[in-house]
């Protein structure tokens, strides 16, 4: 074989080991196949997985943020709430929003309870779809007392419900996000 043929196949070789990710040593000695092809440019996907993910990125950091901040509400409030007082579910508000189709109604109790001969009421800060607790039960109810307005009611559930959802739903939503995000980047 001359040195032309020669050169001709080799030239060859580089030009179809080239178009497919695979790098070769001089005199045809060693065969390396390209671990990590180049990344090729994304035309618009980058561009399209922003405007899909950013509203729902959107809304898992609303949620996280409010569930996160009535938790932190709710522990400083059970800390800061020692006196024990009885008091009573004095009035259920009746709160209705409309939706597709359909009537959605929920609930937010009031409660009315004495602290040092002085009356006072605590509207809940969640709403409810149950219709709970009763109108005229008994709750116990802590009062804080350099401020008896502000209490903390252990048999209201629906505060920290609101709180927990809120909480596992933002922080669903970011890592479902993140982790589409991720593993389309990488791929």
Wanted: with cysteine; proline share 4%; aromatic share 12%.
């Amino acid at each position: 074989m001359d040195n032309n043929n020669k050169k001709y196949e080799k030239d060859m070789v580089y030009e179809i080991a080239s178009k497919h990710n695979i790098i070769i040593a001089d005199e045809f000695d060693k065969v390396y196949i390209n671990e990590k092809p180049d990344k090729k440019k994304n035309t618009g996907g980058d561009i399209l997985l922003i405007l899909f993910a950013l509203p729902w990125l959107l809304v898992g950091i609303f949620h996280l943020y409010f569930g996160i901040e009535d938790i932190c509400y709710l522990v400083h409030t059970k800390t800061i709430c020692t006196e024990l007082v009885q008091g009573e579910v004095s009035d259920i508000k009746q709160i209705d929003g409309e939706g597709r189709n359909r009537k959605s109604i929920f609930y937010r109790p009031v409660f009315s309870y004495s602290y040092n001969n002085e009356d006072y009421t605590y509207e809940a800060r969640s709403t409810s779809k149950k219709r709970e607790p009763e109108l005229g039960k008994k709750v116990d109810i802590y009062v804080a007392p350099d401020s008896p307005d502000t209490v903390y009611i252990p048999e209201y559930k629906a505060e920290r419900e609101n709180a927990v959802f809120d909480l596992l739903f933002g922080g669903s939503i970011i890592t479902v996000i993140l982790l589409l995000y991720f593993k389309i980047r990488n791929s």
